[in-house]
């Protein structure tokens, strides 16, 4: 976020902001979640007398929960560190390319090319020319 307040791209930082705020409260949410299950599976499968599984379900549905919630929490840590890279990218692309010209100083001309060489076959192509005026 404090790349793009950097360059002066003010508005992409609260979508950051946002976009990782929300993955890190989906990962935490899903990672309690999972906490709790495999807790509660453990209690189940522990032969301690002690300890109660404070759910309604069986083991096999136990081991469900604890894979849904592990496999969301995943996605939730892999989004994030994918948006953050693309935050870095992008900070880092717009900062090499503050400076980059693109007035009407430039032109590039594209145009059809073709000549016959010494034995008469033809040569065909394209010619680029680049100006600066």
Do not use: C
């Amino acid at each position: 976020g404090l790349g793009q307040i950097y360059n002066r791209k003010y508005w992409k930082a609260p979508v950051i902001y946002v976009a990782l705020g929300g993955l890190g409260y989906w990962g935490i949410t899903n990672q309690i979640k999972y906490k709790y299950y495999s807790d509660n599976l453990r209690y189940e499968n522990d032969n301690d007398e002690t300890t109660v599984n404070g759910t309604l379900y069986n083991t096999s549905q136990l081991i469900d929960q604890k894979r849904y919630y592990r496999k969301y929490r995943d996605i939730a840590i892999m989004a994030g560190a994918l948006v953050y890279l693309v935050n870095i990218i992008d900070a880092n692309v717009d900062a090499h390319l503050k400076t980059f010209d693109v007035s009407d100083d430039l032109s590039l001309q594209v145009n059809p090319y073709s000549n016959f060489d010494y034995n008469n076959k033809l040569q065909a192509g394209l010619s680029l020319k680049l100006k600066f005026k």
